[in-house]
């Protein structure tokens, strides 16, 4: 059965002397697309956490099949060219990647890195660098830890809050002594 709408415009069309059709069908096509090297193998650098001002190196991440004459390059240079006028040394030789970020920043950043495989096809990676500095820590503060890892409670039930422990004290009297 058809619908009321459809057999009405069939018999319009045969009314008005229209040529009805069957619908056209489409051969199914198959096209065969090899893969490149850039979908065959993925790349990924190892993370990396440096200290201000020390240098840090990357290499691909073991078991990352790279095929001989893969050469890896800065992807955008306007990126490494601004890190670079902040201070930054970078380097890329054989595929390890080389940093040392100034003193003046932490945080953390990306280097965007191309990979060109042999058969000419191309992905972009990024390299995740964190950048961290050293903390001076002054010499009060390592006494506070040492009375801190003390086994007696500073304060607790079994304190008022008037009285002091002879921990506290001994805290109290360090900090007047520098």
């Known amino acids: ?20 059709a069957a619908p056209a069908t489409a051969e199914p096509t198959h096209q065969v697309v090899e893969q490149t090297d850039a979908d065959k193998h ?6 990396i956490y440096v200290m201000h001002g020390e240098t840090a190196t990357s290499t691909p991440v073991e078991g990352t099949d790279l095929p001989a004459g893969t050469v890896v390059t800065f992807a955008d240079g306007a990126a490494v060219e601004s890190l670079r006028a902040e201070g930054w ?12 970020p100034p003193v003046t920043v932490d945080g953390s ?3 965007p890195l191309l990979v060109t495989y042999p058969d000419n096809s191309t992905e972009t990676v990024s390299a995740e660098i964190s950048v961290d500095y ?18 007696e409670p500073l304060w607790g039930p079994h304190y ?3 009285e002091q422990s002879s921990a506290f004290k001994a ?3 360090s900090s007047r002594q520098d």
């Open 134 to 151: 050293y903390v001076d820590i002054p010499d009060w503060v390592h006494s506070t830890a040492t009375v801190m890892a003390s086994s």
């Open 42 to 47: 993925t790349v990924t650098y190892h993370w």
């Open 1 to 20: 059965m058809l619908p009321r709408k459809l057999f009405s415009v069939f018999v319009a069309a045969a009314v008005s002397g229209a040529l009805l």
């Open 89 to 100: 040394d970078i380097s890329l030789t054989d595929n390890v990647l080389s940093v040392t």
């Open 171 to 173: 805290l109290d009297e």
């Open 109 to 111: 950043f990306e280097i």
């Open 160 to 162: 008022s809050p008037f």
